[in-house]
């Protein structure tokens, strides 16, 4: 194009044309058009437009304008356009599909784009085998893919469909038929094994696919918690119990989330055996979560196959593990003393103030002799070895916020935004990264504590859209109704949510006070709402506005 002088202050736009058609002749003749017919404007301002319209549904404004970008815009435009329609970024340019990665990014779309998880459903359920197990990531469209011994990518399925039907109120997808896959199983002592499977020709209900993925799950050790397999999560962890006697105390958890829900849907469903089933199940993992997961002051993260704890109070390194303190939380009944001071060790041991960080286990690990896997060669303070590893710290945002620690949960929500870590020159240039795009991860470790690593594809910024929307600002939609429960700073005095769903245009206005003003909006605030309150889309008008007056405590809920 040459070159282009600029001179002071001034602007100049350039408009890049791409073509993509069948063949290079139909990608040039329709690149041609665009730039000489004056078509560019036009489909330009439809994209912009088709842009505007989803990441509009759900929008806020705070006295933080930093959390506004990111909430508004930033934040989905990421999990979309690099997570689930490019699945490729400067730091990974595969283009497969991971079972867990990308049904854990359309769980953010639950009630906006609520279409994209039903698909991403019946996709992922069509990569299971017929064991149970499913291919750990694979290409379209020929399939091929890894079959591996990971313990947790089965389950992301029932957690995510339980989560479209609870948010869509379309149960119905649990009904749907999709065939399984079939293919040579994994050698004794193989991790893993890449090839293109088959289809079985054998159909089953989305349900039928779920509750085979948590029958398979529950296959328990010594401990009485569910096998680690090559990976639970953290794949770098895939020495812990390849002999398959390895146990993972953060799984039993997940399945605790999974079966708190599960169970009476199988009830619901007639499936009366399984559910008693789950049931045994889920009290067997209640028991050894409290044996043999507790260490005294926080949450084991798992045991070797010869019995040794990791993530215990006893190891020279990794002595904590983020991931089973934040999950405690969930996992656990709510006031549960076990799981509050849970969250206070973490805070304690793997918050750095300093360097404004949020640790995923410390020590790193490096020279352990029960060898965690392939995590103990990333030097010490980088990625899942010691460094803020955005997703599992997400986790922690959440939890903090679920427990009602609001001055935590902002504390940590701004240690990981990207546009607060870019606050000022200097820490942007410590920072090293976009500050509009989540980072995978930040080094924790001299001389690179707080360079970010490994931007856009990161599965951290569907979970961080998540823990600002429906638990900093509370927004949690159940079918055909919606409640607020929000957690915020102490220091604001109010905010505005606005909503377009469900048919509907709401503005929320949330005051700190006995004196509410509602701003601009005077005319739209016609109902006070209470914290926690149920409301039903149906039962409001078309363009409607609500007043919710906070309490002086930084939580309602409190």
Same mark, same amino acid.
């Given at each position: ?247 993972? /105390? ?6 605790? /989330? ?210 600002? /929307? ?58 006070? /709402? ?29």
């Amino acid at each position: 194009m040459g070159e282009i002088e600029l001179a002071a202050a001034s602007t100049h736009e350039v408009q890049w044309v791409v073509g993509y058609a069948n063949n290079r002749d139909g990608a040039i003749t329709l690149a041609q058009r665009l730039r000489d017919g004056g078509e560019l404007v036009q489909w330009e301002r439809v994209v912009q437009e088709q842009w505007d319209s989803l990441l509009s549904a759900v929008t806020v404004q705070t006295p933080d304008p930093a959390f506004d970008a990111l909430v508004n815009r930033w934040l989905l435009y990421q999990t979309l356009s690099c997570r689930l329609w490019g699945r490729a970024g400067f730091y990974q340019a595969s283009g497969a599909t991971g079972f867990r990665d990308q049904l854990q990014d359309a769980m953010a779309l639950a009630s906006l784009q609520p279409d994209m998880l039903r698909s991403q459903l019946l996709l992922h359920a069509s990569r299971q085998f017929l064991a149970g197990d499913v291919q750990h990531w694979w290409h379209a469209p020929t399939g091929v893919g890894v079959r591996t011994r990971f313990s947790d990518d089965l389950l992301w399925l029932p957690y995510a469909a339980h989560h479209y039907g609870t948010v869509s109120g379309d149960w119905r997808v649990l009904d749907e038929q999709v065939s399984f896959l079939e293919g040579a199983t994994l050698n004794e002592g193989a991790e893993d094994a890449y090839f293109q499977p088959t289809d079985s020709g054998i159909k089953a209900s989305l349900y039928e696919h779920a509750a085979r993925s948590i029958d398979r799950a529950l296959r328990i050790g010594a401990h009485g918690l569910p096998l680690m397999g090559s990976g639970d999560w953290n794949d770098g962890m895939n020495r812990v119990g390849p002999a398959g006697q390895g146990e993972s /105390v953060w799984l039993a958890m997940f399945l605790l /989330v999974i079966l708190k829900d599960w169970v009476p849907l199988a009830r619901r469903r007639g499936e009366e055996e399984r559910a008693e089933a789950w049931a045994a199940s889920q009290n067997h993992l209640e028991v050894a979560l409290q044996t043999h997961g507790w260490d005294g002051a926080w949450f084991r993260r798992a045991y070797f196959d010869n019995g040794h704890a990791l993530g215990s109070g006893d190891n020279s390194e990794c002595r904590i593990d983020l991931i089973a303190q934040a999950w405690s939380v969930f996992a656990l009944p709510t006031g549960d003393e076990r799981a509050q001071q849970a969250m206070r060790s973490a805070d304690t041991e793997l918050v750095d103030q300093d360097a404004q960080l949020i640790r995923l286990l410390d020590p790193p690990l490096h020279d352990s002799p029960d060898h965690a896997g392939y995590i103990q060669a990333y030097p010490r303070g980088v990625r899942e070895n010691g460094g803020q590893y955005s997703h599992g710290a997400v986790w922690a945002v959440i939890a903090q916020a679920e427990l009602g620690n609001a001055a935590q949960a902002w504390a940590y929500f701004r240690m990981l935004s990207p546009a607060h870590r870019a606050a000022s020159a200097q820490q942007q240039m410590r920072y090293g990264l976009e500050p509009y795009v989540m980072a995978g991860d930040v080094c924790s470790a001299h001389p690179y504590t707080g360079r970010g690593g490994w931007s856009w594809y990161t599965g951290s910024s569907a979970w961080m859209y998540r823990a600002a /929307v429906e638990h900093l600002i509370g927004l949690q939609i159940n079918a055909d109704r919606f409640r607020l429960r929000p957690c915020l700073p102490p220091e604001w005095p109010e905010l505005r949510l606005s909503l377009k769903l469900r048919g509907k245009d709401i503005v929320v206005w949330m005051h700190r006070g006995s004196r509410a003003e509602p701003g601009d909006d005077p005319a739209r605030i016609q109902q006070p /709402v209470q914290a926690g309150q149920w409301i039903d889309f149906d039962a409001l008008p078309a363009v409607s506005g609500l007043l919710l007056e906070l309490k002086p405590s930084a939580n309602p809920q409190v």
